[in-house]
């Protein structure tokens, strides 16, 4: 009788043991960043959503910011910031984030946000006429084969509404500009919109 329970004991602390064991070589957590990549307006809140393979899984980041400001290091399961530019340009904000779980930490996942300056007034010079030249050559420039020139401020001001008429129609429909290239990006059909409610400024 002695034997048999004695024989229990070594048998359940063998397995105690074990859990022991099972513990110090737990499966480090694999996380994931949704999205991994994001561009945000200065001013606007970043929105990245942090999983994991492992429930219960605790993150902790640190963040490098180049020409951004309002990112933090920090932790959560969300990384919601207000970041701002702070030049005329776009920066970064790279955050790396690092999982735990029961202890054991998995590899540091990194997430990159892209900051664009809020662009004050739109003007021909420094927004419209690079946007034009850029897509709408080799047509419409000096040179070209139509008489519209938008690398004119005159003739870019007098055909704004034809100009975003076009734009705006779907790519390959009758009229749609620009011929044989892709349609115009949202943020550069807004540009066009602000040049107009800013003004039509040249300069
Ligand atoms: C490959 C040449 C080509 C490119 C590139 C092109 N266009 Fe045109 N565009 C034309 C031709 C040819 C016409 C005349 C036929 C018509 O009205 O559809 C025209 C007509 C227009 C018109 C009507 C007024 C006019 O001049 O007859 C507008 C507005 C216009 N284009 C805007 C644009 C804009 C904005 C872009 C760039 C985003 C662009 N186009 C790119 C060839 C081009």
Redesign the pocket.
């Known amino acids: 009788m002695k034997t048999k329970i004695f024989a229990l004991l070594m048998f359940s602390s063998l397995l105690f043991m074990n859990s022991c064991t099972k513990e110090d070589d737990a499966v480090p957590p694999v996380a994931t960043a949704t999205p991994a990549t994001q561009t945000i307006t200065s001013g606007t809140a970043t929105s990245v959503a942090l999983t994991s393979s492992i429930s219960g899984t605790t993150f902790s980041w640190t963040v490098v910011q180049s020409g951004v400001s309002g990112a933090t290091p920090g932790s959560g399961t969300n990384i919601a910031h207000t970041l701002v530019a702070t030049g005329e340009v776009a920066g970064t904000a790279t955050y790396l984030i690092t999982p735990t779980a029961n202890g054991t930490m998995g590899s540091p996942v990194s997430v990159t946000i892209t900051v664009n300056p809020v662009i004050a007034i739109v003007t021909y010079t420094v927004n419209i006429k690079p946007l ?1 030249v850029n ?6 420039v000096a040179g070209g ?4 020139k ?1 690398d004119s401020y005159a003739t870019t001001k007098s ?1 704004i509404n ?2 975003l ?3 705006q129609r779907e790519s390959g429909a009758a ?1 749609f ?5 892709p349609k ?1 990006s949202a943020t550069n059909i807004s540009l066009l919109k602000k040049w107009v409610t800013d003004g039509l400024l040249e300069n």
């Open positions: 034009l897509s709408c050559t080799p047509c419409h084969s139509n008489p519209n938008w055909n034809g100009i008429d076009r734009v009229g500009m620009p011929v044989g290239g115009l």
